[in-house]
C-alpha cells in the first residue's frame, strides 16, 4: 500500500474520547478503542452532537501524543463539528491541525480493515526513516462501512 501526500486544512471533530497507548492496545484486556467506539454508537453519540459536518463521516482523531508511538495519546471518535458549536456535556473537541499527512487507504470489514491500514502505516515508516511524523494530530477518516482513510501527520 502505497500512501499519497495530501495538504488538511485544520478543522474539528467533536466526539468521545479516551487516553490509551499502543502497549495497551495490543492486550484485550486493557485495550480501550474498541469499547470508545461501542460507546459512541450505543449512546448515539453522533445524534447528540452539535452541528455535525454536511460530509457525514466518522473520525477517529489521535491527539494529545506524551511522546511518540511508544507514549500514550487521546482518541476521540466523533463527527466533524462546527467551530462555534459546544459539544454536549461528557463529549470532547479536538482540533485537527492543518499540514501534511501521508494517506493510507484500506478496505475491507472491521475492525481489521484499520488494524491493516495502521499495519501498513508503520511499516511505511520503518521503510522510509527519513519521513517523520509530526505527533500533533493524525485521524481515521471513514468513509463507508467498509473503506477507511488513516491520515498520519508528517514533516515534509
Keep these: ?3 499519497i ?9 467533536a466526539g468521545v474520547a479516551v487516553r490509551t497507548c499502543n502497549r495497551d ?16 454508537f450505543t449512546e448515539s453519540w453522533a445524534r447528540q452532537l452539535p452541528g455535525p459536518g454536511a460530509d457525514g463521516r466518522l473520525y477517529g482523531v489521535y491527539s494529545a ?3 511518540d508511538q511508544h507514549g500514550a495519546f487521546d482518541v476521540t471518535a466523533g463527527v466533524s463539528a ?26 475491507g470489514s472491521m475492525p481489521q480493515m484499520v488494524l491493516d491500514a495502521w499495519a501498513a502505516a508503520w511499516r511505511y515508516f520503518e521503510e522510509h526513516p527519513e519521513v517523520l511524523r509530526r505527533f500533533d ?15 498520519i501527520g508528517v514533516l515534509l
Design 1 to 3: 500500500m502505497t500512501p
Design 65 to 67: 501524543y506524551e511522546s
Design 25 to 40: 492496545e495490543a492486550q484485550p484486556e486493557r485495550a480501550r478503542i474498541g469499547a470508545l467506539w461501542d460507546q459512541f
Design 82 to 107: 462546527a467551530v462555534q458549536a459546544d459539544p454536549p456535556v461528557g463529549a470532547a473537541r479536538i482540533e485537527v491541525q492543518p499540514g501534511s499527512y501521508l494517506v493510507f487507504h484500506c478496505e
Design 5 to 13: 501526500t495530501v495538504q488538511v486544512p485544520a478543522f474539528s471533530v
Design 137 to 151: 494530530t493524525d485521524f481515521e477518516c471513514y468513509e463507508g462501512p467498509e473503506c477507511v482513510a488513516l491520515h
